[in-house]
């Protein structure tokens, strides 16, 4: 059973930042808009597509314990605007926004129960603010937000902020956001933006 863990948090809060510690053939990343990394060098096992069958494709078969998708919220905005513009109605647009759940759903499923023990899925997404304050994932239609609640599929949720001029990762919620861990996985509330120190904390805890 596959580990997906989510990294979320806004534009420029260090989310990509937090892969520069990575050694180039350690992790393979699924970059789905294909944009430059905020660091020098390139990883040499990399993959462009926003085609949920490729990457699980892809992830099947990678030569590493260690995946990276970059930015997945872009998975379902990709998908809305390639047909929402097509002119869907009725119930089209019912159909599409079902789409859009089902697709991110089913890659989550696919991960805990397709992929070995062993490996470790980071899913980049993007945090939205409500107009209460509370903070959860940006997602696209209600079905993930009300019917699946994607945070509620996954053990780990780091936040990733960045506070006059330093980047971070909050492991526990602060009352307001979804950022949950397992209490002695992490030794802080903050921790280094370092996407290669939490790997290796959560393998250490989980003993894999």
Known sequence: MGKPVIIYGKSGSGKSRSLKNFAKDEIFLVNVEGKDLPFRGK??????SDNYEKIKQQLSKMPLKTAVIDDAGYLLTNMFMSRHSAG??????FE???DI????WKLIRFIKLSLPEDTIVYLMMHEDVKDSGEVQLKTIGRLLDEKVNIQGMVTIVLRCMSQDGKHFFRTHTDGMDITKSPEDMFESDEIDNDLKFVDQKIREYWEI
């Open 101 to 104: 759940g089902d697709e991110f």
């Open 96 to 98: 599409l926004y079902n």
């Open 43 to 48: 990883f040499e096992y990399t993959y462009r």
């Open 88 to 93: 869907a109605k009725g119930n089209a647009t």
